[in-house]
């Protein structure tokens, strides 16, 4: 059998396809592509899975109505915008931080929550399914709320996370390799205004100086990076070390690691000084929110701290954006008693 591997440049991010199952030698090509654009090759005991695409999809054998709906969830997934107004609240698709239609390595790929869910979730302390996890990503990364568990819109996108996850097994022993955003390490010092100057000549010619990104009618050109038409104060992103490994792996787009970690976490340190949606979890007070989120969440965000240039108190509004809510019914206790 031939097996062919291709990779395309879609406005700046790669897509790597392997057209067949990954042998050996698809799989090192994949490998020497991700090193030739500076990511770490996978250690000895790392699980690599290379996701199969949509033209894969096409060519594979699965009732037609199953491969109808995983098209409608990689539709829903790259362009949530059409959710505008109903579960999405700002600006962001699924894929303006899960890169390459999710697949991406060090771009936090989907498809691994297929494969580990349920499991215990620290951040809301229960187990969660796959449903759950993609619920998470629409109350914080798109301030928004989450489509009905079991409506059709969230099997789609659940159909499609777990098509990424072709031919893995569930549970997987090994790590993952490319799994999640992986930061540097943080270097000693991290630097305002280092970061704001970085953050000008790298970034704000597609995001903007107030990090708005650009909007056409209903189609987000550019994502915004903090301000009401980004994501919450209770997204993962909002961690310092998140958006580090983000920036160090993904920006400026079509340059991943090109930034020193220094400058990626000078940039992220900027970024997460500013403004941007109420945490979902708040209960009307930013010491009191911070004081319950802490621990299992806000250790390594910057919210509630006093903004070192100004002394703004990070967090402490009522804003919660277009949002005409701040809680969705999704952020709740589960307790299986
Ligand atoms: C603002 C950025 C952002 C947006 C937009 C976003 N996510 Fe995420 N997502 C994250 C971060 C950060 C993580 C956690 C990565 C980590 O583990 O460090 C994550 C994790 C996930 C995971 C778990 C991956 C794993 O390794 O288990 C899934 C599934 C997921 N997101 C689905 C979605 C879906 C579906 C959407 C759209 C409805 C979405 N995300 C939108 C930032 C985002
Ligand atoms: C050439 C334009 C361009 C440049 C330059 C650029 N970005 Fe982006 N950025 C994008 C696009 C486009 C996306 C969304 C990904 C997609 O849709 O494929 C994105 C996504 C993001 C996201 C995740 C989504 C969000 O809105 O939070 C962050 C954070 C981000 N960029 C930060 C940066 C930083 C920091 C820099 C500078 C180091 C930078 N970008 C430089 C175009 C750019």
Redesign the pocket.
Known sequence: MIRTFSYVAL???LLFSATAAATDDTTQQYINTLTELGYPAPKANELVHIPPTMEDLENASLHPELKRVIRRGYDLFTNTQQLRGENVFN???C???H?GEGRMPFSAPVWPAAVTLPNYRGKNDHVNNLEERIAGCFTYSMNGKPPEYGSDNMLALSAYHQWLAKGVAMYPEKPIYGRGFPAPDRPAKLSYARGEA??EE??S???GNDGE?LRVGNH??????WGDM??NWGAG?VRVFT?AG??KN?????QPNS?SDQEAWD??YY?SNQERPQDPRYTGDVKDTLEKTQERFHKHSMYGQARETDGHVLGDHNNTGEKPFLKPDSVRPRTFE
Request: with cysteine; net charge neutral.
């Open positions: 406005s700046g991010t600006n962001m698709n894929s303006s931080c890169m970085a953050f790298n970034c010619v597609c995001h990104g987000t050109v550019f994502p915004a990076i980004s994501n992103i958006a983000f920036i993904n920006m400026p787009l079509g930034l940039i992220a970024m």
